[in-house]
């Protein structure tokens, strides 16, 4: 059949009606979906007014001209869905935030190269040879910075469960498996203790006065116990005050105790951190020699276990879930420190040093996605004066954290809001709600997991930076954002 160019073109009066009706069709349903799209809100649109609610929730909170951030993560669509702030892609001052990045990290670690080791042993040089044991003592650390008194004193019960009545050398304190240069302490307070391979009690001593009769000192103790402290006792006890005890620290083993304590007044404790607590730790295991009979000719001091000394006792720490549990819950630098150390220490030999933490927590967060332009972590604990984060970066860590097989120890470490830890008391109660809390003389922080009032899984992370933004008040602005996420219904 010769093919006609021109019936392709021609359409008769029926197709032409068809035609237009089709047209017309066409035209008001284009018109229907532009009245849509002028007249219902967009997602964006609602997030939008969210972000301005919650802005002005907050803002009566907030010191003027702070900066200040804000995002929150859908967890399961692993989306920002909050980003609202003075400061939101600028990095801040975290302070113990960091503390969930060491988590991370050690967790990650752990399933991978098996649990950290941070045995405290008790080892000597020499044979027990009629009831004398020839030789030194070793007290090794490995950096389980809550080791207490009294497991000090179980190992000085198996001295004396295997005969020994005397010590013809030192007791030697080795605390080289690590090595704290970069993490000194520029802040005063028991909350600031040196971290380090070896010592008691998060690194601290703890003084006590309780009032004794009218007219004369009040009673003291000392803990860990340690002989070698010495107390300028400058304080009575009273019936009536007229000025409160005070206790002084001049060195780790000196203190001066002035003031006056009333009658029948309940104890007086007050805690101080230890710049060497290797040493005080020795002095504590001197100090129960002593009390078991068992004489020490030489004296304490800084030294390294021998290869070949032979183990006595040994002081298990605890699970690294309850570590990390005690770490965040209350916010321990000592340990969060110590396990940066540690980590580093043990992902490239030892001894661990800051540089090895710091690389190996720089490696962890590069296989989560992260580049080193999203943090700069300067150690384990966030009193550093280099960590800077920005609040996205947090909130999308942790987003990222929930998949991973180690997420639930993670989870459990972080204190309730309004029931736990640092969160203890604070105007929101909900248990759905782990938060971290991180504060320093200029800095407010928290950041964490909840849900909305649909169910909806969140991330999130709220940063304030401003001078005295520390101390002035700043968990009515934390309760705030908290109560808000819960209370929003986020699609």
């Known amino acids: 059949m010769q093919y006609n160019s021109r019936h392709e073109n021609t359409v008769n009066p029926v197709s032409k009606r068809l035609l237009r009706l089709r047209a017309q069709s066409f035209l008001l349903a284009m018109g229907m979906l532009l009245a849509g799209l002028v007249f219902t809100p967009f997602p964006v649109g609602a997030a939008a007014q969210t972000e301005e609610r919650i802005t002005g929730k907050l803002s009566p909170h907030l010191p003027h001209k702070a900066l200040w951030a804000l995002v929150v993560v859908d967890m399961a669509k692993e989306k920002e869905i909050i980003h609202i702030g003075t400061a939101v892609n600028k990095p801040m001052v975290p302070g113990s935030l960091v503390k969930l990045v060491t988590a991370g990290a050690v967790l990650d670690h752990a399933a991978s190269y098996g649990k950290l080791d941070m045995i405290t042993t008790l080892s000597s040089d020499g044979l027990i040879h009629h ?266 860590y942790l987003q990222k954290a929930s998949v991973q097989p180690w997420f639930d120890s993670l989870y459990a470490s972080l204190p309730r809001a309004g029931m736990d830890g640092t969160l203890r008391g604070m105007d929101f109660v909900d248990e759905r709600f782990r938060v971290k809390t991180g504060i320093l003389e200029d800095a407010y922080a928290l950041a964490g997991y909840g849900v909305d009032r649909g169910g909806r899984r969140l991330s999130f992370a709220f940063i304030v930076n401003h001078p005295g933004s520390g101390v002035m008040n700043m968990e009515k602005a934390g309760a705030a954002v908290l109560r808000h996420l819960s209370t929003e219904v986020f699609s």
């Open 131 to 396: 009831h004398e044991l020839l030789g030194n003592l070793y007290l090794t650390g490995r950096g389980d910075a809550i080791v207490s008194s009294e497991a000090i004193r179980g190992m000085v019960w198996e001295l004396s469960r295997r005969g020994v009545t005397k010590i013809t050398g030192d007791v030697v304190v080795d605390a080289t498996l690590l090595d704290a240069q970069g993490l000194e302490r520029k802040r005063k307070g028991a909350a600031h203790a040196s971290p380090g391979a070896l010592g008691l009690d998060l690194h601290t001593v703890a003084i006590t006065a309780y009032p004794s009769q009218a007219g004369e000192a009040p009673v003291i103790k000392v803990e860990p116990v340690n002989n070698s402290v010495r107390i300028a006792m400058e304080a009575r006890t009273v019936e009536t005050t007229a000025s409160p005890l005070k206790i002084s620290q001049l060195d780790d083993l000196s203190f001066r105790i002035s003031g006056n304590i009333p009658i029948g007044a309940g104890p007086f404790r007050q805690r101080f951190p230890l710049s060497d607590p290797a040493i005080y730790a020795g002095g504590t295991l001197r100090t129960m020699l002593q009390e078991s009979n068992i004489s020490l000719a030489g004296e304490v001091r800084n030294g390294r276990t021998p290869a070949a000394a032979t183990q006595l006792a040994e002081i298990e720490p605890p699970g690294l879930d309850a570590m990390l549990r005690d770490m965040n819950m209350n916010s321990l630098n000592v340990v969060a420190d110590n396990l940066l150390l540690i980590l580093g220490g043990q992902r490239f030999a030892p001894p661990g040093t800051r540089e090895k933490g710091l690389r190996a927590v720089s490696e962890f967060l590069e296989r989560l996605g992260f580049t080193a332009d999203d943090a700069r972590i300067a150690d384990g604990s966030g009193i550093h004066e280099g960590n800077r984060v920005t609040a996205g970066f947090m909130a999308r």
